[in-house]
C-alpha cells in the first residue's frame, strides 16, 4: 500500500490546487507542497502545517511552515506524540481521488522531516477501469494516426520539423478540445479529409499513446528540485516585479503565513505602478511597439498616424514663432501617449482584473490626455487633464476596435505590402497569440520557391498551399487596415480585396460575414480568445519575462535525447497547470504571474545530489538583469541612479534618461531599441564585464562616502559604524567593541546587496572582512610611506561630498573629503567586492 | 590576470570542462583570421546595381524592371554594373565613394558578385536568418558566431553585433557596441579619469588593493561555480567569469581606435578593425537598415545604397591601413531581393532571390558567378566550371554557408552540431 501511494504520489506532487476553503479541513497538495490545515498539537493548539515534499530515493515531507490556525477550522488529522506519527484523515488529490495518509518522524535535526507509512484510497474507482499509466507501448496502434499525422508528428509523437510535439500538446487539454482542432485543421491543407468521427478516435489515440504519462514524469522530476525558501523567493519576487526590497510588513506576512503569505504578498505588489513598468517591458519584448518611443524620434509615433484621419494630432505646436518652454516635454508626452497605447491597454486589463483575452478584444483603445487631443476626443473622461500619464479607455465610433489588433502601433510595426497582403501581420499573430510558428508548418520548401506555372499557388500548389490555407483566412481578416494602419474597409476600394487568396476564416472555419465585413478584426479576437493555444501563448510570454528564458521547446528532433523529452514534459505538463488556473480565474493575468512564481521552476535553487542534469540543464530562474531592471535595483538600494559623481548629481536633475543604464551603457549591456535592436543579450561578453566592474567601482566610490556623509537615520548601508569606526584603539590595538560593530555591517551588507546571509567568522564572510583589514592596513601604510600628504588622507575627489544634492557648496564642517584612517576606502573596497558579485547581476 | 595566462591557467588544472562556450577550440594565441558580415537590412535590389537589367519592359506587361537605362549598364573588368541613376531621382554626390560609378572601378579587382542566390522566402526573419547562418531554420549559428567560435570563442569582443541576425547557439557571447566613447570608460574601470594619461587617471582605488579587490572577485565567482548545484546557474557563473578575464586587452583596442569614432556603418567598421587589429575580435556583424523600400523605391535605395557602399569603402580602407588586407574577409547581403517590377507606390516589394557581394582574404576577385533571368529567377550554374548551365545547381544561401565554413577552417565537431546538408562549391577561391 506505501508503495502504491508512493507512487500515487508521483503523479501529484507537482499539481497546482489551491486550499478549498469549502472543505478547510481537507489536506492538499500544491506546488510541491502538502498543506493541512489544521493539525492540534500538545502545547502549540491549533497549527496549520505546510510540508516540502523532497525526493531522494522515496518521498519525504519536510516540515516548512507551522503556524497558528484558527478553532473554526475542523481538524484534519492528529498528531501521536507517543509514537510521533501524524494520521491525515484526507489528502485530495487532482484526480479527485482522496487518501488517508500516515507520516512517521524520520528525522528532526534541523528539519523536521517525515516518510509516507501508510495509506488509504478513500474513493477508489470502478474495479474495472484502467489505473495504470497508458505508454505508447501498450495502446492499440492507431492506422489513421500512422496514415494521416505520423509523416509531421514522428510515431513517436515527438513531431519533425514539418510538424510540432503532440507532448503536452497547446490543444491536449482535452479529447473534446483536441479532437475538434483535429477537425476543424488537420491534416494541414486537407481539414475536410478528418470528419469527427476521424478526429475523436485521433484524439483519444494521441492523448493516451503520449501524454497519459506526462504527469508522472514531471513529479519525478520536480522532486529533484530543491526551492528557495520563503525568504529569498520573496526578495526576488519583490526584486523582479517592482524592483525594490521587500518591505518589512512583507517578512512579516511570509513569517506569519509562509507560502500562502507570500501569495498574498506577490498579489499586493501587482497593485503598485512599478509592476506595471515591468509588465511593459515584458510585452515590449515581444510587441516591439516601443520602436516609436520618443526615445526613436521625437514624434516617432504621431507621424505614423494620418492627419486625413487625425487632423489634429500636433495638437500641442502653436506654430514655430509661438512655441513656450513645455513645447518639447508636452511633444514627447504626447508621442509617448500615443506609442504606448497597446501597452498601456496591457496594463488596463491587468490592472482592473479583467479577462486578458481583452488585449484582443477590447472594444476600447488607451488614451491620455494628451493623445485623446490627438485622437481627437474631446469628452472631459480625465480626472487630471495636464496627466500624461493617466491612462483612459475610450471608445471611437471611427474604428471597430479590437484591443492590440486595431492598434495603429501594432499594426504599423508590422506593417503590409500589397504583394505580402497582410501575411506578416498574420504570422505576428499566430506567433504572439496563438504560439504557432507558421513558417515552422512549412515543410519542405519546393525547389524553386517562385512558383510562375501554377494559377493560384498559395491555394493550387500543394506545397503552398499547406501553410497559407492556414496563414491566408487570418491575413484577409486584416483587409479593413491598409498598410499604413488606417482603417480603410476593403470593400470600399475601388479593387477591394484580393480573389485570388483564402478567403476570412480562422482554423478551417469561414469568418461568418453578417455582421463581420467592416470589422472582422474583432470576430478573430473572439476566436483567439477562445483557442486552446492563447493561454499558451500568454504563458510563453510571461514565463520569459519572470525566468528570463521562455518555455522548452518540444523536442521535434527525432534524436531527441529520453533527457530532453523528459525535460519538456516535466515543464510543460506544469505549466499546463498554471494554464488552467489562469484560465480558470477568468483569464487574470495576476494569476498567471503569481502561479509561475509559486511553481518550482522559479523557486529553484538547486538540486539534489541524485538528480539527472542533463533533464535539469535549464532548470531554475536565474538570468542576468537587464539594464532597465538593474537600474531600478541600483535606485533601490543607494537611492540614486548610476549617472555622476555626487557632488555632481544635480547636473541631471531635468534629464528625462541620466541613469547610464539607460543611455551610455543600455546597448552595450544588452538593451533593445525595439527597431533594428530586438533582442536582448542573455550572456555577458567582454564589455559587458567591464561594464559590471566600472559600474561597482563607480557605485562604491558614490555610494560609500554619500551614505557617511548622510544623517544616521538616513543611512542604506551602514547601520552600525560611522565613518570614524576603526578596528584600533588610539594604542594601535584592535578595538573589540568597533571590531563587532564592523563585522556586524560586513554582515549586514552582504544581506542587504547580495541578499545572502552569512555567518560571522564563517568562510564566506571572513573574506570580506580580511578584504576591509587587508585594504586598511595597505591604506595605512601608504600614508605613512607619502609622510602623510594631504592628497593620501583624502578621497578620490569623484567620491567625496562638497555639495548638497541641489548644487550647493557646503560648509567645511559639513563637507566630507578626509578619510584619514583609511576607513571609507576601506568599506568602498568591500562594497565594490560584493557589487561585482554574480548574485548582484543575476535576478 | 590576462586572459590567454588565464585560459592556460584552465588547461593545466581541468577547469576548461566546466566553462560555457566552446574551450575546445580556444587558442591561447591571438586570433590572425577575421570576418566581416556586412547586412543591408530589408532586402536590397541587386537588380539595382551589381545584377543590373535596366528599363527593359518586361514581356507581361508589367513595366519596366528598373527605371534606368539600358544603355547605362556597363562594366569594370568582369564587374557589371549601372554607371547612373534613374533620371527622375537625385542621384548621389558625384564625389562620393558610394557612386557606382565611383565604387566599382576602384574596387573590381577585389570584388566578387555571386548572383541568382534563392533564399527560397520572403519573409523578414527567414530571410536573414537564412542568408546569415546557411539554414533557414530556427536556432544556428549565424556565419559571423561560429568563425568566433571556432577559433577563439572566450576573446571578449569575440563576435561583434551591430544588429541584424547574430544567434549565436550559445557558443560565444555576441557583443553590442553602442558609441565608441564609452570604451575608454571600459578599458580602465579603475579610473575615474580615463581619457587621461596612464597615471593621470586617478584610481578609485589604489593599485595594489585594487588587486586584491579583483583576486577576491574572481576566488568569489569560482566558489560560486563550484557550490552551484543548479546547471544554468553554473552556466552563468562560468560566463560571468568569461568575461571578466582579460579585460585589459581593450587598453589596445582604445589605443587603435581614432580620436573620434565616426557615426553609422563607418564607425562599426572603425571599431571592427581596430578590434580584429588589437586581436580581441574575431568577427563582426556590420548593419544598416532602410532597404525594405515598399515605397518610392528608386530614391529611397539609392540613398541607402550610396550609404552602404561608403560604408563599405571605407572598411576596406580601415583594413588597408591596419595591413589587415590578407586576414580579412568581407561578405555583403541582404534579406532576400526585390521585386523585378513596381507597385502601385512606386514601391518594390519581396522577392526571394539575390545577390551577395565578397572581397578580402581568401576571396578572388573580379568575378560573377551566377545569374538570372529577366524575371530574375535564378539560373543554375555547373558546380565545377561555375558557368551557366540549366542541368546544373540553383544557389542558396546553404552553398554560400559551406564554402564559407570550408574557408573559416570550421571544425566537423562544429560542422556536424550545426550541418548544412549541401555540396561544397569552391565559389570564393
Known amino acids: 500500500m506505501v508503495k502504491y501511494l508512493s507512487k500515487t504520489f508521483s503523479v501529484l506532487f507537482l499539481v497546482l490546487l489551491c486550499l478549498n476553503t469549502a472543505n478547510a479541513s481537507r489536506s492538499t497538495i500544491s506546488n510541491g507542497y502538502l498543506y493541512v490545515p489544521r493539525i492540534d498539537l500538545d502545547g502549540f493548539g491549533a497549527m496549520e502545517l505546510t510540508f516540502r515534499i523532497e525526493y531522494t530515493n522515496e518521498y519525504l515531507l519536510v516540515l516548512e511552515t507551522a503556524t497558528e490556525t484558527s478553532l473554526s477550522i475542523s481538524n484534519s488529522g492528529s498528531f501521536n506524540d507517543s509514537d510521533m506519527s501524524l494520521e491525515i484523515d484526507e489528502v485530495e488529490l487532482e484526480s479527485g481521488d482522496l487518501y488517508a495518509v500516515q507520516l ?55 513531431g519533425t520539423g514539418s510538424g510540432p510535439s503532440l507532448i503536452s500538446c497547446a490543444n491536449c487539454s482535452s479529447s473534446s478540445a483536441l479532437a475538434n482542432y483535429i477537425r476543424d485543421t488537420m491534416p494541414l491543407g486537407q481539414a475536410t479529409s478528418c470528419d469527427i468521427g476521424c478526429a475523436n478516435s485521433v484524439a483519444d489515440y494521441v492523448l493516451a499513446a503520449f501524454n497519459a504519462s506526462n ?38 506576512a511570509i513569517s506569519v503565513a509562509g507560502s500562502g503569505g507570500l501569495r498574498q504578498v506577490i498579489n499586493g505588489m501587482m497593485t503598485e505602478d512599478a509592476f506595471y513598468d515591468r509588465l511593459s517591458e515584458i510585452w515590449n519584448d515581444y510587441l516591439l511597439t516601443d520602436k516609436y518611443h520618443s526615445r526613436n524620434g521625437s514624434e516617432a509615433a504621431l507621424q505614423l498616424l494620418s492627419s486625413d484621419d487625425y487632423p489634429n494630432k500636433r495638437w500641442f505646436d502653436p506654430g514655430k514663432d509661438n512655441r513656450d518652454d513645455e513645447y518639447s516635454d508636452v511633444r514627447r508626452a504626447t508621442n509617448d501617449s500615443v506609442a504606448r497605447e497597446p501597452l498601456e491597454l496591457i496594463n488596463y486589463v491587468v490592472e482592473n482584473d479583467l479577462a486578458f483575452t481583452q488585449i484582443l478584444t477590447a472594444n476600447y483603445m488607451m488614451m491620455s490626455p494628451y493623445s485623446a487631443q490627438t485622437f481627437g476626443v474631446s469628452e472631459p473622461i480625465f480626472e487630471n487633464p495636464n496627466d500624461p500619464n493617466e491612462f483612459r479607455p475610450v471608445t471611437t465610433r471611427s474604428i471597430p476596435h479590437a484591443g492590440i489588433l486595431t492598434s495603429h502601433m501594432f499594426l504599423n510595426r508590422y506593417p503590409t505590402t500589397s504583394t505580402n497582403r497582410n501575411r506578416g501581420r498574420a504570422r ?130 527525432a534524436n531527441a535525447s529520453q533527457s530532453e523529452i523528459d525535460a519538456f514534459i516535466a515543464e510543460r505538463t506544469l505549466l499546463n497547470d498554471v494554464q488552467t488556473s489562469f484560465v480558470n480565474d477568468g483569464y487574470n493575468l495576476k494569476t498567471l504571474v503569481r502561479e509561475v512564481m509559486m511553481s518550482p521552476y522559479w523557486r529553484a535553487k538547486g538540486l539534489t545530489s541524485n538528480a539527472n542534469e542533463d533533464a535539469h540543464a535549464l532548470t531554475g530562474a536565474s538570468y542576468l538583469l537587464s539594464p532597465e531592471q538593474l537600474d531600478r535595483k541600483i535606485y533601490s538600494l543607494f537611492g540614486f541612479d548610476w549617472r555622476r559623481s555626487m557632488d555632481s548629481y544635480y547636473k541631471d536633475q531635468n534629464s528625462y534618461w541620466a541613469s547610464k543604464l539607460r543611455i551610455n551603457f543600455h546597448q552595450i549591456y544588452g538593451g533593445i531599441d525595439s527597431d533594428s535592436i530586438t533582442t536582448r543579450l542573455t550572456s555577458p561578453n567582454g564589455l559587458m564585464g567591464a561594464m559590471q566592474l566600472r559600474m561597482a567601482n563607480e557605485l562604491s566610490c558614490y555610494a560609500v562616502p554619500h ?96 555639495k548638497d544634492l541641489d548644487g550647493n557648496e557646503l560648509s567645511e564642517d559639513d563637507r566630507l573629503r578626509e578619510d584619514r584612517q583609511y576607513v571609507i576606502r576601506s568599506w568602498m573596497a568591500v562594497v565594490a567586492y560584493l557589487l561585482a558579485d554574480y548574485k548582484f547581476f543575476y535576478s | 590576470m590576462y586572459r590567454r595566462q588565464f585560459l592556460k591557467y584552465l588547461g593545466s588544472s581541468g577547469l576548461s570542462l566546466a566553462m560555457p562556450f566552446s574551450l575546445s577550440n580556444a587558442q591561447s594565441a591571438a586570433p590572425d583570421r577575421f570576418w566581416i558580415s556586412v547586412n543591408a537590412g530589408g532586402g536590397w535590389d541587386p537588380i539595382y546595381f551589381i545584377d543590373p537589367k535596366g528599363d527593359r519592359p518586361r514581356l507581361d506587361g508589367r513595366g519596366p524592371v528598373n527605371n534606368y537605362s539600358v544603355s547605362a549598364i556597363t562594366s569594370s573588368g568582369n564587374i557589371v554594373f549601372p554607371s547612373s541613376y534613374p533620371t527622375q531621382i537625385d542621384p548621389p554626390d558625384a564625389n562620393s565613394t558610394g557612386h557606382f560609378a565611383n565604387f566599382f572601378p576602384k574596387h573590381a579587382n577585389r570584388l566578387l558578385v555571386i548572383n541568382g542566390v534563392d533564399t527560397q522566402t520572403n519573409n523578414h526573419d527567414a530571410g536573414s536568418r537564412y542568408v546569415w547562418s546557411g539554414k533557414i531554420e530556427d ?185 589587415l588586407q590578407d586576414r580579412v574577409t568581407v561578405i555583403v547581403g541582404s534579406d532576400f531581393g526585390r521585386t523585378p517590377f513596381y507597385n502601385d507606390g512606386n514601391g518594390k516589394d519581396h522577392w526571394n532571390v539575390i545577390s551577395i557581394m565578397a572581397m578580402g582574404a581568401g576571396v578572388r576577385g573580379n568575378r560573377v558567378i551566377g545569374g538570372t533571368n529577366d524575371h530574375v529567377e535564378a539560373l543554375s550554374i555547373n558546380p565545377q566550371s561555375l558557368q551557366l548551365d540549366p542541368n546544373g545547381v540553383t544557389l542558396t544561401p546553404e552553398h554560400i554557408h559551406v564554402a564559407l565554413r570550408r574557408m573559416a577552417g570550421i571544425d566537423s565537431n562544429l560542422n556536424s552540431q550545426f550541418g548544412i546538408a549541401e555540396s561544397y562549391i569552391n565559389l570564393f577561391g
Open chain 1, 428 to 557: 505576428i499573430v499566430f506567433d504572439l497569440f496563438l504560439d504557432t510558428d507558421i513558417l515552422a508548418i512549412e515543410g519542405v520548401r519546393p525547389g524553386n520557391s517562385v512558383d510562375i506555372t501554377t494559377p493560384i499557388p498559395t491555394i493550387n500548389n500543394p506545397e503552398c498551399s499547406k501553410c497559407h490555407s492556414v496563414l491566408d483566412p487570418v491575413a484577409s481578416i486584416f483587409q479593413n487596415w491598409d498598410h499604413k494602419g488606417r482603417y480603410r474597409p476593403a470593400r470600399l476600394s475601388k479593387y477591394g480585396w484580393y480573389t485570388d487568396m483564402e478567403p476570412r476564416g480562422f482554423n478551417g472555419a469561414p469568418m461568418p460575414l453578417s455582421g463581420n465585413v467592416d470589422s472582422s478584426l474583432q470576430w478573430l479576437g473572439r476566436q483567439i480568445a477562445a483557442d486552446p493555444r492563447f493561454p499558451r501563448a500568454v504563458t510563453r510570454i510571461m514565463v520569459n519575462g519572470l525566468t528570463g528564458k521562455e518555455p522548452l521547446k518540444s523536442p521535434d528532433d
Open chain 1, 104 to 158: 512517521d518522524l524520520v528525522s528532526q535535526d534541523g528539519q523536521i522531516v517525515f516518510n509516507i507509512t501508510d495509506a488509504e484510497h478513500l474513493n477508489p474507482p470502478d474495479p474495472g477501469s484502467n489505473q495504470e499509466p497508458a505508454s505508447t507501448s501498450n495502446v492499440e496502434a492507431s492506422p489513421l494516426y500512422d496514415d494521416m499525422c505520423s509523416n509531421c508528428h514522428a510515431a513517436n509523437g515527438t
Open chain 1, 215 to 252: 504527469q508522472q514524469i514531471s513529479s519525478q522530476s520536480i522532486g529533484f528540485i530543491q526551492l528557495l525558501d520563503d525568504s529569498a523567493a520573496l526578495r526576488r519576487a519583490a526584486q523582479q516585479l517592482v524592483g525594490r526590497l521587500p518591505r518589512a510588513d512583507e517578512f512579516q
Open chain 1, 707 to 802: 551614505d557617511f556623509w548622510l544623517p544616521e537615520s538616513q543611512r542604506r548601508l551602514f547601520r552600525y559604524v560611522n565613518h570614524e569606526t576603526s578596528p584600533y584603539n588610539e594604542a594601535g590595538n584592535i578595538d573589540s567593541t568597533s571590531m563587532s560593530q564592523i563585522r556586524q555591517n560586513i554582515q549586514f551588507l552582504h544581506e542587504y546587496l547580495l541578499g545572502e546571509r552569512v555567518a560571522i567568522g564563517s568562510p564566506e564572510y571572513q573574506v570580506s572582512e580580511d578584504l576591509f583589514m587587508n585594504t586598511l592596513n595597505r591604506g595605512r601604510q601608504i600614508i605613512l610611506n607619502g609622510g602623510g600628504e594631504w592628497y593620501l588622507t583624502r578621497l578620490p575627489s569623484d567620491c567625496d561630498r562638497t
Open chain 2, 139 to 323: 536556432g544556428y549559428p549565424s556565419f559571423g558566431a561560429i568563425a568566433a567560435a571556432a577559433s577563439a570563442p572566450t576573446e571578449p569582443l569575440a563576435y561583434i553585433s551591430n544588429g541584424g541576425y547574430d544567434n549565436t547557439a550559445s557558443l560565444v557571447a555576441p557583443a553590442r557596441i553602442g558609441e565608441g566613447e564609452v570604451f575608454q570608460q571600459l578599458a580602465f574601470p579603475n579610473a575615474s579619469r580615463p581619457w587621461e594619461e596612464q597615471g593621470e587617471q586617478s584610481p578609485y582605488f589604489d593599485d595594489s588593493i585594487y588587486a586584491e579587490i579583483e583576486k577576491a572577485r574572481l576566488d568569489r565567482l569560482n566558489r560560486l561555480v563550484n557550490a552551484s548545484t543548479l546547471p544554468l546557474q553554473k552556466q552563468q557563473m562560468n560566463e560571468l567569469l568569461m568575461s571578466r578575464v582579460g579585460d585589459n586587452n581593450l587598453n589596445r583596442l582604445v589605443q587603435l581606435l581614432p580620436e573620434r569614432v565616426s557615426s553609422g556603418l563607418e564607425g562599426q567598421a572603425e571599431v571592427a578593425v581596430a578590434a580584429f587589429s588589437s586581436g580581441i575580435a574575431v568577427s563582426a556583424n556590420m548593419h544598416m537598415g532602410g532597404f525594405d523600400t515598399h515605397g518610392n523605391h528608386d530614391q529611397n535605395h539609392s540613398r541607402r545604397l550610396t550609404e552602404l557602399l561608403e560604408g563599405i569603402d571605407h572598411l576596406w580602407t580601415q583594413i588597408e591601413q591596419n595591413d
